[in-house]
């Protein structure tokens, strides 16, 4: 009898999905795919971009919203088939997504009048317009004022290497992964591994600043793009010799859909910066864009790291040696 089930019930409903075509009626018009974006979920960012994007559609579409593994996931899938099939891929970084988005450069399109950078970004600019920068976040030092005072706090990063004080190091997930590189780079070896040692508090970004706003430490490194940062939960030093900054960018396939067209044009349109500007604490790389009150009362005052020292492999080797990867 189960077998008989099971061969009967399949049969059926074969049947049943038949009828409108028998009837004469057309199947439904697939729903198009637009693309790919990776964000942090925390805050509830990942979930306010895409209904942000989706509302700007004038019918349903497919928009996959995931964090850093998916996008990693599906990035290896495009260079290994040398197609981006989903349409626009948007990612806010990690340093392994953006060697992906080298690689895939022979089949990203190029636009590069289409979206351009303001001045004060134009050192994270791709020069072939392939790699379109969408906003710039950036990593500055935290600190819980019950704990210590302004002024004590350290203003550079390298008197942040040799502070006194055990402080929390974002080692971990998407920040991680670019800071740590960011970092070697800004302050050489022998201040870097100062630096890991000195963490008392290692982990993902809510994890070091939660430390922070608790009292486990008394300072720490955050991005704007960080709840506490934005809401005002922690002290913040923008240090002298620059924030580090760190792009986000957006990737086109080749021979694009209106579609997926679309998606790049409401990413990198103005109601899009205001609602990064305001809701994510991030600085639109649009020329005269909106930007957080940190950002322009710090005069745009950045540290650029060359995209080669961040996705250099030799680099990525060594710091994940000293990190104890």
Same mark, same amino acid.
Request: aromatic residues 8%.
């Given at each position: 009898?189960k077998n008989?089930?099971?061969?009967?019930?399949?049969m059926?409903?074969?049947?049943?999905?038949?009828?409108?075509?028998v009837?004469g009626?057309?199947p439904?018009?697939?729903?198009?795919?637009?693309g790919?974006?990776?964000?942090?979920?925390a805050?509830?960012?990942?979930?306010?971009?895409?209904?942000?994007?989706?509302?700007?559609?004038?019918?349903?579409v497919?928009?996959?919203?995931?964090?850093?593994?998916?996008?990693?996931?599906?990035?290896?899938?495009?260079?290994?088939?040398?197609?981006?099939?989903?349409?626009?891929?948007?990612?806010?970084?990690?340093?392994?997504?953006?060697q992906?988005?080298?690689? !895939? &450069? #022979?089949?990203?399109?190029e636009? $590069? *009048?289409r979206?351009?950078v303001?001045?004060?970004?134009? /050192?994270?600019?791709?020069?072939?317009?392939e790699?379109?920068?969408?906003w710039?976040?950036?990593?500055?030092?935290?600190?819980?004022?019950?704990?210590i005072?302004?002024?004590?706090v350290?203003?550079?990063?390298?008197?942040?290497?040799?502070?006194?004080?055990?402080?929390?190091?974002?080692?971990?997930?998407?920040?991680?992964?670019?800071?740590?590189?960011?970092?070697y780079?800004?302050?050489?070896?022998?201040?870097?591994?100062?630096?890991?040692?000195?963490a008392a508090?290692?982990?993902?970004?809510?994890?070091v600043?939660?430390?922070?706003k608790?009292?486990?430490?008394?300072?720490?490194?955050?991005?704007?793009?960080?709840?506490?940062?934005?809401?005002?939960?922690?002290?913040?030093?923008?240090?002298?010799?620059?924030?580090? !900054? &760190? #792009?986000?960018?957006?990737?086109? $396939? *080749?021979?694009?859909t209106?579609?997926h067209?679309?998606? /790049?044009?409401?990413?990198?349109?103005?109601?899009a910066?205001?609602?990064?500007?305001q809701?994510f604490?991030?600085?639109?790389?649009?020329?005269?864009g909106?930007?957080?009150a940190?950002v322009?009362?710090?005069?745009?005052?950045?540290?650029f790291?060359p995209a080669?020292?961040?996705?250099?492999?030799?680099?990525?080797?060594?710091?994940?040696?000293?990190?104890?990867?």
């Amino acid at each position: 009898m189960k077998n008989r089930l099971a061969k009967t019930i399949p049969m059926a409903l074969a049947l049943i999905l038949m009828l409108p075509l028998v009837a004469g009626c057309p199947p439904p018009a697939p729903v198009p795919t637009v693309g790919h974006i990776h964000m942090t979920a925390a805050g509830g960012f990942r979930d306010t971009m895409a209904t942000f994007i989706e509302g700007q559609f004038d019918e349903p579409v497919d928009l996959y919203a995931t964090g850093s593994g998916d996008i990693r996931a599906y990035m290896r899938i495009v260079l290994d088939k040398a197609i981006i099939e989903r349409g626009t891929v948007f990612s806010h970084n990690h340093r392994q997504v953006h060697q992906q988005f080298e690689a !895939a &450069r #022979p089949f990203i399109a190029e636009f $590069p *009048d289409r979206y351009p950078v303001r001045e004060e970004f134009a /050192a994270l600019a791709d020069p072939l317009g392939e790699l379109h920068l969408v906003w710039v976040d950036a990593f500055v030092i935290i600190y819980n004022a019950d704990l210590i005072s302004h002024e004590n706090v350290p203003s550079t990063w390298e008197e942040l290497s040799h502070f006194e004080q055990p402080i929390g190091l974002i080692t971990k997930g998407c920040l991680g992964a670019w800071g740590l590189m960011a970092f070697y780079h800004h302050l050489g070896e022998e201040n870097f591994i100062r630096l890991v040692e000195n963490a008392a508090v290692e982990g993902r970004r809510r994890d070091v600043s939660s430390a922070v706003k608790e009292g486990t430490v008394a300072v720490g490194v955050a991005s704007l793009l960080d709840v506490l940062v934005r809401d005002g939960k922690v002290g913040v030093i923008w240090p002298e010799d620059g924030a580090v !900054a &760190r #792009p986000a960018f957006l990737v086109i $396939p *080749d021979d694009p859909t209106e579609y997926h067209l679309r998606l /790049a044009d409401i990413i990198m349109s103005r109601e899009a910066a205001e609602l990064f500007a305001q809701e994510f604490n991030m600085a639109s790389a649009l020329p005269g864009g909106p930007v957080p009150a940190i950002v322009e009362e710090n005069n745009f005052h950045f540290v650029f790291i060359p995209a080669e020292a961040i996705i250099c492999l030799e680099l990525e080797a060594r710091v994940d040696q000293i990190v104890g990867r």
